[in-house]
């Protein structure tokens, strides 16, 4: 257990307090990873358990191993020792990360990743495939989701012709699509003027407390962090402090624009 | 949205080299079927050609390598035709005979007294009287081809003939025939008494066919078949079978390869999709199978065009010189069936090497590719 378990309380971004869990939704156990035969140590012994319903900031210089961490939480990456427990259960496989990711896990990117010669709804229909439902329900569900971000009127729009700010909507959108336990956001608003990224976090963090997931969020941005009721610091490749949380309101801008 | 949506879309996204790749496959389908549809077709219009004479046993020079290759002596049919419950026999000497033009055209001598002579399908004219010297018997399509009619003269090995009867035959071989008196081909060919083949017609109630084989062929150094049997043996098309298939074994195996280089590029430059599916939560079987149904629907749009292609070349077939009056180009639809059948299992191990690729690279890493 490492040191920042001893201080999960706070309050969300729309100030409901959280409680803490004892059954943490997913952990690390030991984990690293190195890269080019070990040359490069991104992490090093890790042990991290984040509780269900909480939201998360990991904070810390480029390349100190925050990226790293949030592909070995979502299983896009894989550790060289350790391992990744999911309500308590390792998960070994890419069969069972794949299984996690389409039912349990949502990811925002920084860079979107959405696919560009796809609309905004076919790149949330496709999110929903291999889930056994119809064409006709998913695209259903698709609607409902960019509604929910207020991208109805683009929906049909491709990809490529909306702006970064709608794209990472769009985003959002497919990420909650599947209506998952823990939503991770990798730099969400990275890419983001300062009117979107208000915006963007503002949604986010909305949208998560309405649907009660856990949230884990990398960032540079100490306003977003303290959108979260609990910090993580990495440092070379290690939890280095768990700063204060900071809890703000949701911005008046963003209020307007889901009503 | 589904994984068939998905695949067009990405062959629309490039369609200069999806073209090229439909194109290749087309050509490598079409190429296949046309060369072994044309191999078959030969088959089957001799032995369609063998069939139209009635001939119950056909008769061969043992050990003769192809159906051109073995010569008999003519006294020979006269024996052949003394075996106990042989009705019939008429010595044949056949092969491709130089004409006036440099082209050469499957000739037949028949004997003065041979039945076959009695059975051709007449269209026009006669067939030679008995002694008659110099004189021709073209098939229909034959005379059409070399624009000949009645009593005008072909040359054969530089001998002049003159045409007495145009015959309506109805097997394609048949019809590109020129019949000629024995002791005219054996002259102009220098093969004095010699025929190649000796037709036999048995009296089924004093003889079966198994007994009268045995008792041929005992006269020493002949083979008897049935019509249906004689090109089992002939080496020539044995080889023509063999190379059919050979090219177009290396033809198909190029569309596969056409479509395996089209797709190792595409998913080298959808790398970052491929990780983008994966961050999504596809199963790496779910995305392979998005990469497969792409290579599978090149290869169906890739039959297509050679299935066209094929057709084409057999319409296109009866215009080549030389060969195209005599051999009925007609691709069957077993031979349809298995190309493609053989196209696809090819297409699809030639998808599945670029989809197992893709799928090895961890996301994380797939999604750093620009």
Redesign the interface.
């Known amino acids: 257990m490492d040191k920042s378990q001893g201080s999960e309380t706070g309050s969300s971004a729309s100030g409901v307090k959280k409680s803490p869990n004892a059954n943490p939704l997913i952990a690390l156990r030991g984990v690293s990873r190195v890269y080019d035969d070990g040359a490069i140590a991104a992490l090093t012994n890790l042990d991290l358990e984040i509780a269900s319903g909480h939201s998360v900031a990991v904070v810390g210089a480029s390349g100190s191993g925050k990226s790293t961490l949030v ?1 070995l939480l ?1 299983g ?3 550790p060289t020792t350790g391992t990744v427990l999911w309500r308590g259960q390792p998960v070994n496989s ?2 069972q990360w ?6 349990q ?1 949502g ?1 925002v ?1 920084q860079e979107f ?3 560009p ?2 609309s905004a709804i ?1 790149n949330i ?3 929903l ?2 889930r056994g439902i119809s ?1 006709r329900r ?1 695209l259903a569900r698709a609607a409902v989701m960019l509604d929910r971000v207020g991208m109805e009127s683009r929906m049909h729009s491709r990809v490529t012709s909306l702006s970064g700010g709608e794209r990472q909507r769009v985003g959002i959108a ?1 990420a909650l699509a ?1 209506e998952p336990t823990l939503l991770i956001a990798d730099e969400p608003t990275g890419s983001l003027d300062g009117a979107n990224t208000l915006l963007i976090a503002d949604l986010m963090f909305k949208l998560c407390d309405d649907l009660g997931m856990t949230i884990v969020v990398v960032t540079h941005d100490e306003v977003l962090a303290s959108r979260c009721v609990r910090r993580i610091r990495i440092k070379d490749g290690t939890i280095d402090a768990e700063p204060d949380t900071v809890t703000i309101a949701p911005s008046v801008a963003c209020e307007a624009e889901l009503k | ?3 068939f949506g ?1 695949a067009s ?2 062959l629309k ?1 490039r369609p200069v080299r999806t073209s090229l790749s439909i194109l290749g496959v087309g050509l490598a389908v079409g190429g296949a079927l046309a060369l072994m549809s044309l191999s078959h077709s030969i088959n089957d219009s001799v032995r369609e050609g063998i069939n139209e004479m009635g001939d119950d046993l056909v008769v061969m020079q043992k050990g003769a390598s192809d159906i051109f290759g073995g010569f008999i002596l003519e006294p020979m049919t006269e024996r052949v035709g003394s075996v106990p419950g042989v009705a019939r026999v008429a010595g044949e000497l056949f092969m491709f005979a130089p004409g006036a033009n440099g082209s050469n055209m499957l000739t037949l001598g028949w004997q003065d007294n041979s039945y076959l002579w009695k059975q051709v399908p007449l269209r026009e004219g006669r067939v030679p009287a008995s002694g008659e010297r110099a004189v021709a018997v073209l098939g229909d399509v034959a005379a059409a081809s070399l624009g000949k009619k009645l009593d005008d003269t072909i040359e054969i090995f530089g001998v002049t003939f003159k045409v007495v009867g145009i015959a309506g035959y109805t097997s394609a071989i048949n019809r590109g025939l020129v019949l000629l008196p024995l002791i005219d081909l054996q002259i102009a060919s220098h093969r004095p008494e010699q025929v190649t083949m000796i037709h036999v017609r048995l009296d089924h109630a004093a003889t079966d066919t198994a007994r009268a084989r045995g008792a041929i062929e005992s006269l020493g150094n002949l083979t008897a078949s049935i019509a249906n049997d004689v090109l089992s043996k002939d080496r020539n098309f044995a080889i023509l079978d063999a190379v059919s298939l050979a090219i177009s074994i290396v033809a198909i195996v190029m569309g596969a390869i056409y479509v395996l280089a089209a797709l190792i590029m595409a998913t080298q430059e959808r790398t ?2 491929i ?10 079987t ?1 995305i392979m199978a998005s990469i497969v149904v792409e290579g599978m629907l090149l290869c169906i749009a890739g039959s297509g065009v050679g299935l066209i292609l094929s057709l084409v070349s057999s319409l296109a077939f009866p215009y080549i010189p030389a060969i195209g009056n005599l051999v009925s180009f007609r691709p069957g639809v077993a031979l349809v069936a298995l190309t493609l059948v053989v196209a696809f299992v090819l297409c699809l191990i030639g998808s599945m090497f670029p989809a197992w690729r893709a799928v090895q690279m ?4 797939a ?1 750093r590719r620009t």
């Open positions: 592909n979502c896009i990456d894989h890419q069969a794949a299984n996690l990711r389409r039912n896990i990811i990117f990743n959405l696919i010669t796809l076919e229909e496709l999110a495939l291999g064409s998913r497919r599947n | 949205m589904n994984l998905l879309r990405n996204r970052r999709e990780g983008i599916f994966a961050a999504i939560g596809w199963s790496k779910r961890p996301p994380a890493e999604l």
